[in-house]
């Protein structure tokens, strides 16, 4: 598969030559060159290899579902209709390098509390295993009861002592377990709901998902696709699956007649400013270029919430 920041850099270069008025099959051509490992290239040689044969670039993407999105596809398609590929490649480009951005300085949040995490646990085990058992002699010479506190760390650390491979046993075990429970869908539900509700955490979710969404729409509202249309695409950007869920149901409520606004408005963990922009995108008409703003703004404030986890 080709990985979300090589797909960034294909749709980036593509629409860089494609810019240049060359023809798909040498515009993939020379992106192919720049994917040394050989199962990337062999995917964009089979994609240029598609073209030749007649199918749109569009739908030879559709055959590798794991490198490239649904949403990434309905952008070319649409691009394809309206004549402007180039444009719709560099729209792909720009949704997923802000969505690394942001994934990426959300990772680079939790390195810090992995850290410090990391750091007591092992202080906490020098103290079990070292420390404790040279200063238990002291009070056995002299003849005195230690404190209830550091009793319990002897007995802490002879479990740890007599016992660390049945430890190391058991959270292999929980480990193994949380891995698989999470590939079921009810589980991963409940636990997507419970990241939501972590303070400052939760909020910064909440507005890379809302950016992610309002920016994938926007891009696919300007590309020409009808809005149930965008958002069947849109709906399955989410990384959340509360979010997904809402928004699969929204879809069906738009084709039935409601706005976008109110088909969300019960998802309560939706930035209300976000939806406040999609209500004056609907009132203006402007539905897209709000969308967009409303992007900006959840990208913002998601950033603001990563610099409090950074911080804090």
Do not use: C
């Not at 729209?91 to 300085?105: K, N, Q, T, Y």
């Not at 849109?234 to 007649?257: K, L, M």
């Amino acid at each position: 598969r080709i990985p979300r920041k090589s797909a960034a850099l294909f749709y980036r270069e593509l629409a860089v030559m494609l810019g240049a008025e060359l023809r798909i099959e040498q515009a993939l051509a020379i992106v192919e060159r720049l994917f040394p490992q050989k199962a990337q290239s062999t995917i964009i040689a089979d994609l240029r290899e598609k073209i030749r044969q007649g199918r749109s670039l569009s739908s030879a993407l559709r055959d590798y579902p794991e490198s490239f999105e649904s949403f990434e596809v309905a952008l070319l398609r649409n691009g394809e209709v309206r004549g402007d590929i180039a444009g719709a490649a560099a729209m792909a480009a720009d949704l997923l390098e802000r969505s690394l951005a942001v994934r990426g300085r959300f990772i680079s949040a939790m390195i810090y509390p992995a850290i410090l995490a990391f750091a007591a646990t092992a202080a906490i085990l020098v103290v079990a295993l070292v420390l404790a058992p040279t200063i238990l002699p002291m009070y056995e010479r002299g003849g005195a009861s230690p404190p209830l506190a550091f009793s319990a760390l002897i007995v802490f650390s002879n479990i740890l002592r007599g016992w660390w491979w049945a430890l190391l046993l058991l959270l292999a075990a929980a480990a193994a377990w949380f891995g698989r429970a999470l590939r079921g869908e009810d589980f991963r539900r409940r636990v997507d709901k419970a990241a939501l509700a972590i303070p400052v955490i939760g909020a910064a979710i909440a507005n890379s998902e809302a950016a992610r969404v309002s920016r994938t729409l926007a891009s696919l509202l300007k590309a020409g696709a009808p809005l149930t249309d965008a958002l069947a695409e849109a709906s399955e950007v989410f990384g959340n699956s509360a979010f997904r869920d809402h928004f699969r149901g929204a879809r069906d409520r738009v084709r039935q007649g409601d706005s976008l606004s109110s088909a969300i408005a019960d998802l309560q963990v939706f930035p209300a400013t976000v939806r406040h922009f999609i209500v004056v995108g609907e009132q203006t008409g402007r539905l897209a270029d709000m969308l967009s703003h409303a992007a900006g703004y959840a990208e913002a404030s998601a950033t603001r919430s990563i610099d409090r986890i950074m911080t804090s």
